[in-house]
């Protein structure tokens, strides 16, 4: 039940940084669920060896270096998509850092949600 709440408030995040930031657009709700699922997937197989073969890069950049692996993410899953659009790394940039701070805010809802 957990994962399918963190779906769709994912799903629903995402239309929210599309409403926040014009440099994101979303088609619709189906392709904001798939566009979760995509990032998701992408999150949990693609970034973990990416952040062990940047490690060098991300300690020189105290960690900054995270940020971009994560737009690079968010990018990748634009291009996979057709009803998800961003159209470069700086409007990538700013949508993933917006997409953190509101699954951020999600997962500490659900948390307190599903905690008691």
């Known amino acids: 039940m957990k994962l399918i709440a963190k779906w769709l408030l994912a ?11 014009p440099g994101v657009q979303i088609q619709s709700y189906s392709a904001a669920l798939i566009a979760a699922a995509v990032i998701a997937l992408l999150n949990t197989l693609v970034r973990p060896l990416l952040v062990v073969l940047t ?11 995270l ?14 998509l057709d009803g998800f659009q961003v159209p470069g790394f700086w409007a990538a940039l700013i949508g993933s850092l917006i997409y953190s701070v509101l699954m951020l805010v999600v997962d500490a809802g659900l948390k307190a949600v599903f905690a008691r």
């Open 55 to 65: 490690l060098p890069v991300t300690v020189v950049t105290l960690g900054l270096f």
């Open 11 to 21: 799903a629903s995040a995402l239309l929210l940084v599309a409403y926040l930031y």
């Open 67 to 80: 940020f971009v692996i994560n737009a690079l993410m968010f990018w990748a899953a634009a291009s996979l």
